[in-house]
């Protein structure tokens, strides 16, 4: 029970990766706000957490509006009490070329995840403050190691978590909040099997393809995808005591894909 008395807020959290942190979170004690664009896909975890006598509680968020985000950590507090953990996992991608990414496509993706995470953080920070501490983690990428020649929006929002996460480390620190980025590989959910309508997958890009699935896995010197619970144990890790010194820092969760 690394998680007894905290109050998790988790963005995504109907997603692959939100979905196993919220589930893990509260089986080590935690009480969890699910967080999704998608209400339904947060009741779905919700339900499955109170079905292992958890506590939960979903809300449908959009991180691109700091209104909902308000919302979000208000509902939270009043349910659970101040929020002690924040995971900003939610994101969008359009695989596609810089000649053929749209503006609209750019402010989706730097809307969600970048702008999205420095939402959260802003509206989770007086809370924190009364919670006396607490730990931001933010979800990286290879992107945020090595952007390369895709989607020009995709590499400069997940290398530009690298510069909020230490901004909000240096910034918070004497308020005993500590803020992390950790970067996933090749992480077998529907971000790369779907064609959601914030990550357009097609036979070109969906894992799938097994062509692509292999290309992946190729890519990945330890001989595997990550799972979903792969990253949610690195973030349980980063949330707990354990790292109670880790601030500022990138854990990189990748199999060696990054090297
Ligand atoms: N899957 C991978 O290989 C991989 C690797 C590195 C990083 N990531 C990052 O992981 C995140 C995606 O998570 P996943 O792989 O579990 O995929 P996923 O599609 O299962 O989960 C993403 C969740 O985010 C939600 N979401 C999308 N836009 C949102 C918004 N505006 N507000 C609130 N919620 C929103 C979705 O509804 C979904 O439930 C992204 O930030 C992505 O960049 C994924």
């Given at each position: 029970m690394k998680l007894e008395g905290k109050v998790a807020l988790i963005t995504g959290g109907g997603g692959g990766m939100g979905g196993a942190q919220a589930r893990l979170f509260a089986r080590e004690g935690a009480a969890v706000c699910v967080a999704d664009l998608f209400a339904d896909k947060a009741?779905?975890?919700?339900?499955?957490?109170?079905?292992?006598?958890?506590r939960a509680m979903g809300?449908?968020?959009?991180v691109q509006s700091s209104a909902e985000w308000q919302a979000a950590v208000d509902a939270t507090e009043r349910m659970y009490g101040p929020v002690s953990i924040l995971c900003n996992n939610?994101?969008?991608?359009?695989?596609v070329s810089f000649d053929e990414q749209t503006?609209?496509?750019?402010?989706?993706?730097?809307?969600?995840?970048?702008?999205?995470?420095f939402l959260g953080t802003k509206a989770v920070i007086p809370s924190m403050r009364r919670a006396g501490g607490g730990?931001?983690?933010?979800?990286g990428s290879l992107a945020s190691i090595r952007p390369g020649g895709a989607s020009p929006a995709y590499g400069a929002a997940k290398i530009g978590l690298v510069g909020l996460t230490r901004s909000t480390a240096a910034s918070y620190a004497r308020d005993g909040i500590r803020c992390v980025l950790v970067s996933p590989g090749h992480v077998d959910t529907p971000f790369l099997r779907a064609n959601a309508p914030y990550s357009p997958n097609d036979a070109r890009t969906s894992l799938d393809n097994p062509d692509n699935y292999q290309r992946r896995l190729a890519a990945t010197p330890l001989g595997r995808l990550q799972t979903p619970e792969d990253i949610a144990r690195a973030f349980l890790f980063v949330v707990s005591d354990d790292a109670a010194m880790v601030t500022g820092s990138m854990l990189t969760v990748d199999g060696g894909a990054g090297l």
């Amino acid at each position: 029970m690394k998680l007894e008395g905290k109050v998790a807020l988790i963005t995504g959290g109907g997603g692959g990766m939100g979905g196993a942190q919220a589930r893990l979170f509260a089986r080590e004690g935690a009480a969890v706000c699910v967080a999704d664009l998608f209400a339904d896909k947060a009741d779905a975890v919700t339900n499955a957490i109170a079905g292992e006598n958890g506590r939960a509680m979903g809300v449908r968020l959009d991180v691109q509006s700091s209104a909902e985000w308000q919302a979000a950590v208000d509902a939270t507090e009043r349910m659970y009490g101040p929020v002690s953990i924040l995971c900003n996992n939610a994101g969008a991608n359009f695989r596609v070329s810089f000649d053929e990414q749209t503006e609209e496509m750019w402010q989706l993706i730097i809307g969600t995840i970048l702008t999205g995470s420095f939402l959260g953080t802003k509206a989770v920070i007086p809370s924190m403050r009364r919670a006396g501490g607490g730990v931001i983690v933010n979800l990286g990428s290879l992107a945020s190691i090595r952007p390369g020649g895709a989607s020009p929006a995709y590499g400069a929002a997940k290398i530009g978590l690298v510069g909020l996460t230490r901004s909000t480390a240096a910034s918070y620190a004497r308020d005993g909040i500590r803020c992390v980025l950790v970067s996933p590989g090749h992480v077998d959910t529907p971000f790369l099997r779907a064609n959601a309508p914030y990550s357009p997958n097609d036979a070109r890009t969906s894992l799938d393809n097994p062509d692509n699935y292999q290309r992946r896995l190729a890519a990945t010197p330890l001989g595997r995808l990550q799972t979903p619970e792969d990253i949610a144990r690195a973030f349980l890790f980063v949330v707990s005591d354990d790292a109670a010194m880790v601030t500022g820092s990138m854990l990189t969760v990748d199999g060696g894909a990054g090297l």
